[in-house]
């Protein structure tokens, strides 16, 4: 039985792209009835090597199989040639930078930012296990004023090993997001940059830059108050896939509508990245992804 959510996901999914639908359900078959190796494994996507730990969460199945939101590879796909540059902001465990690595190329440059210590071992990893390919592994967050600041992370653990509610990827700086699930939780300090910052001191060159994808639990406006000059780049818009949260009952009130407010000021059109179609900022669930171009 598919749940009504799952279902309405796939109706919209297949009414822009029937073709890719038939082919996850043909992986997403080949992960449910494969037996995953355990512990370290390697998957590749092309010839890059990607280590994860399969006793981390049930999540690392879906990586090791390739079938993590299948939906969003045709964005990858359709803005990452060879020679481009990629950037992961909340890169987690480095699935997406991996993915990443392999569209750009030797030529190309992934730069990846990942504070929790126990997940961007896996970053760093993926750049050893690559040393061909330009991957830049940094451990911290991007957010508004830089500084040192406190971040309720979800670490994993084996009793939280099929919890994909408050899972490995929920961590956030973002104050109170994971007050219901402190249980769960632990607070460590973390360093916070801008990302205008890094892109002069790296000497970025943004009309390099295929995409920017951007997945951090609600900390979403911080990371665009410290992208203000990226934003308002003149002439080619750089390219943002971002994870948009929507809850104005909280105590600390999570606003999509207003992000994609703001991105349309800077002069973003802003897409569904399910369908591609432009998003209706007055219809938005607790978790959208969104394609600003």
């Given at each position: 039985m598919i749940a009504p959510k799952t279902a309405r996901f796939l109706l919209k999914f297949a009414s822009s792209n029937p073709g890719k639908l038939a082919d996850i359900v043909r992986r997403r078959a080949i992960e449910e009835f494969s037996k995953p190796p355990r512990n370290l494994a390697i998957t590749r996507f092309n010839d890059v090597q990607y280590e994860i730990d399969m006793s981390m969460h049930r999540l690392m199945k879906?990586?090791?199989?390739h079938t993590h939101e299948m939906f969003l590879e045709r964005i990858f796909d359709r803005y990452l040639a060879p020679g481009s540059t990629f950037v992961?902001?909340?890169?987690?465990?480095?699935?997406w930078s991996?993915?990443?690595?392999?569209r750009v190329g030797p030529d190309g440059e992934v730069h990846a930012f990942e504070p929790v210590p126990h997940y961007f071992a896996f970053v760093r990893r993926l750049a050893e296990l690559?040393?061909?390919y330009r991957m830049f592994a940094n451990p911290v967050a991007c957010g508004g004023p830089p500084g040192i600041f406190n971040m309720t992370i979800v670490a994993p653990r084996a009793e939280n090993f099929?919890?994909?509610?408050?899972?490995?990827?929920?961590?956030?700086?973002?104050?109170?997001?994971?007050?219901h699930?402190?249980?769960l939780t632990e607070e460590v300090a973390v360093e916070v940059i801008a990302f205008d910052d890094y892109v002069q001191t790296r000497s970025i060159d943004l009309d390099r830059v295929g995409l920017i994808k951007i997945d951090v639990e609600g900390f979403e406006s911080a990371v665009f108050d410290g992208m203000k000059s990226v934003l308002a780049k003149s002439g080619r818009k750089v390219p943002i896939l971002c994870e948009i949260l929507t809850d104005l009952k909280r105590r600390e009130p999570l606003d999509g509508g207003r992000i994609i407010e703001r991105l349309r000021g800077y002069g973003y059109r802003c897409l569904d990245a399910t369908n591609l179609q432009p998003i209706d900022a007055d219809k938005l669930g607790f978790e959208e992804n969104i394609l600003c171009i």
């Open positions: 879906k990586y090791f199989f992961d902001i909340g890169a987690n465990c480095g699935y991996a993915y990443a690595l392999s690559n040393p061909d099929d919890n994909y509610n408050t899972n490995i990827g929920s961590s956030s700086l973002a104050v109170g997001f994971l007050d699930a402190r249980h």
